[in-house]
Every structure is written in structure tokens, then in C-alpha cells.
């Protein structure tokens, strides 16, 4: 490696390092931004109601909500103790 | 009817001051009647950079609780016939902004005056709030830095949901990117966010790239707005962000490394 190679590696490009950090960091928080209000809550009440049937975990409910041009999907994943399978997708589709 | 302006960044230090400033002076040296309007309760700033700080009698708050009225607390500046300044209050806290009292005041202004600019403070807090809840217009001034890229995100998404404009399901305010604090020498070395690179984040419409100068702390030295400095590159390039908000299609300027001649490179220009 000459002289010169060795001070052009030492430059990094320190803006395209940011660049994606901030496209990463931005999405995420827009998406946290969109979310109703009312998913924490949602997702207690239904968490609530499954455990006087079944024991399930804390964290055995996730609520995720995906957007697309001209529907929302709201979908519910609970994860049942005795099956190794999660039941995915059973949700429901609000068309806005 | 004025139209009301805020210039808001989220993240302190990156020149909304001094882009209020400017913003409205070229306003109102193209003819239109302006009022710059310091939000920033408690730590005013905005008489320094603008020249008048020994002139201020009433404030901002003064109006809001009666004490005086728009006339006794606006000061018109010396350099320009249609420019006024009303100051923030040094003394009490941002909570003195109620958002009747804001309003009302801003009414009033609104009979007389054709651009209404709130510089605000930094921050999400109560004076920020205030700053842009009646804007229709948001200035969003960026550096081409993470930590302000990320607040500026974040501000977007407050103006679109947290203002007069949102509440009443009216259109919503317009916003415009102004990048300041530019350094191409530094972009060109990948060594600071391009112009593209915070558009393509942001995805707002850029109002203007304000190069990093030796100008804006001149100016600030003097307390007279950089857009009077019409030979420097700070000073045309907000120059410009002004034709530009009016409508005019100028193109981008102070993108590309300036090539100093032989002199001023042996002298430093």
C-alpha cells in the first residue's frame, strides 16, 4: 500500500454513515408517530381477556398495524402456550 | 389578512434567529409590511440580532396581559420604512403565552401588517408550541447534521398535527425546507450530508441552502440581519429564500466549492 492509499483509507465517508443511520432512525419514528393512540391500550384489554381463558405470557399478544395505499391492516399475533405455533394473521382489515 | 410564518427547528443553535431575521427584512424591503415576532419568552434574542435592543420598552407579553398596547411595544427598525419588531420578554416564563392571548394579538397585527414572522424558540415545549399553532407557513431550518435532521423530522410531524390549521381541518400549513451552515468543500470530501441526501430524508421542498459564512457572525456582531450584506454569500442566499417564498424560480446557489482566485487564497478571502 502506498503513501497516498494510506491516507485516502484513513478519510472515511463519515456522510453516507449518516445518511443511513438518519433513514433508518427517521422511518422508524415516522411509523411509532402514525400508530393510533389507542394500540397500547388495545393490546392490554386484549391481553386481559385472552388470560381468563388461557395463561399466556405478557408478552404473548403483539398488535402491529401496516399501511398501504388505500387499506389499513391491523393485525393480531397471539402466541398460545401449549402449541409451538403462533396463530398469525387472525386479524382484522379496516379499509379507511 | 397577513400571512403568519413560523421559523421553527426543533433542535437550538442552528439559525432560526438569524434566518427570522433576514426572512423578514427582505420581506419588507421588497414593500410588504412585516412584523418578526420573538416567541422565545425569557431568553430573548432576536432585538440583539437585529439592532434594537436598546429600544425595547413593552414586550410581547406586555401586549398579551394588556399592559400596553401593539403600538407602545412594536419597534420599527431603522434601516427599513416597512419593518417592525415586537420583542419577547425577558423577565417571565413561556407560560405567559396563552394561546388566546396569541391569538389575539396576532388578529390584531393581522389588520395591519401583510407578513407576520414567529421566530421560536427551540424545543417542542409551551413557547415553540404557541409559535407554530397559528402558523401558515413553517420556515424548518436544518443543518446538515443527524442530530438536527432528526429533530426536524420530528417538528414536521408536529406541524401536521398540532396546529390551528390541523384542528380545523383546514389545508394544511406549507412547509419548506431551509438548509443552513452548508460546507460543499465538506460535502465534496463525504464528510457532511449533501443537499440531496437531507431532501431525500426530509422530503420537504428546499426553500434555500444558506452556506456556512464568516458573514452571519459579522452580522450578529453588528445586530444587523445578514441580508443587508448583499456583497456576501449568506446575505444572497437568503436574498434568494425570499424570491423564492414569493413565487420566483431562482436556482440554487453556493452548492459548489467557490474557486478562490490567487489572491485572495494568498491573503484568505
Known amino acids: 500500500m502506498g503513501l497516498l492509499d494510506y491516507f485516502r483509507s484513513r478519510r472515511q465517508n463519515t456522510a453516507a454513515i449518516a445518511k443511513e443511520r438518519l433513514q433508518i432512525l427517521v422511518a422508524h419514528e415516522r411509523g411509532e408517530r402514525s400508530r393510533p393512540s389507542y394500540l397500547p391500550m388495545l393490546q392490554k384489554e386484549i391481553l386481559e381477556v385472552i388470560r381468563k381463558y388461557v395463561a399466556v405470557d405478557q408478552d404473548a399478544v403483539t398488535v402491529t398495524l401496516e399501511q398501504d395505499d388505500n387499506r389499513e391492516i391491523l393485525e393480531l399475533n397471539i402466541v398460545l402456550p401449549d402449541r409451538s405455533e403462533p396463530t398469525t394473521g387472525s386479524g382484522f382489515v379496516a379499509v379507511r | ?269
Not at chain 2, 395591519?112 to 407557513?137: K, L, N, Q, R, W
Not at chain 2, 443543518?143 to 417538528?155: G, L
Not at chain 2, 456576501?232 to 424570491?243: E, I, K, L, N
Open chain 2, 1 to 269: 389578512m397577513a400571512r403568519i410564518v413560523v421559523v421553527t427547528s426543533g433542535k437550538g443553535g442552528v439559525g432560526k434567529t438569524t434566518t427570522a431575521a433576514s426572512f423578514a427584512t427582505g420581506l419588507a424591503l421588497r414593500g410588504n409590511r412585516t412584523v418578526v415576532i420573538d416567541f422565545d419568552v425569557g431568553l430573548r434574542n432576536l432585538d440583539l440580532i437585529m439592532g434594537c435592543e436598546r429600544r425595547v420598552v413593552y414586550d410581547f407579553v406586555n401586549v398579551i396581559n394588556r399592559e400596553a398596547n401593539l403600538n407602545q411595544a412594536l419597534i420599527r427598525d431603522k434601516r427599513c420604512e416597512e419593518l417592525f419588531i415586537l420583542p419577547a420578554s425577558q423577565t417571565r416564563d413561556k407560560e405567559a403565552l396563552t394561546k388566546q392571548g396569541v391569538g389575539a394579538v396576532l388578529d390584531e397585527l393581522s389588520e395591519t401588517f401583510e407578513y407576520i414572522v414567529c421566530d421560536s424558540p427551540a424545543g417542542i415545549e409551551h413557547g415553540a408550541t404557541m409559535a407554530m399553532y397559528f402558523a401558515d407557513d413553517a420556515i424548518v431550518v436544518t443543518n446538515p447534521e443527524v442530530s438536527s435532521v432528526r429533530d426536524s423530522d420530528r417538528m414536521l410531524g408536529i406541524l401536521a398535527s398540532k396546529s390551528r390549521r390541523a384542528e380545523n381541518n383546514q389545508n394544511p400549513i406549507r412547509e419548506y425546507l431551509l438548509l443552513s451552515r452548508y460546507s460543499p468543500s465538506r460535502v465534496k470530501q463525504g464528510e457532511m450530508l449533501s443537499v440531496e441526501d437531507v431532501q431525500e430524508i426530509l422530503s420537504v421542498y428546499l426553500l434555500g441552502v444558506i452556506p456556512e459564512s464568516k458573514a452571519v457572525l459579522n452580522a450578529s456582531n453588528r445586530g444587523v440581519p445578514v441580508i443587508f450584506d448583499n456583497e456576501s454569500d449568506a446575505g444572497q442566499a437568503y436574498a434568494d429564500v425570499v424570491g423564492r417564498y414569493l413565487g420566483e424560480d431562482l436556482p440554487h446557489r453556493f452548492l459548489d466549492i467557490q474557486k478562490k482566485g490567487f489572491l485572495s487564497r494568498l491573503f484568505g478571502g
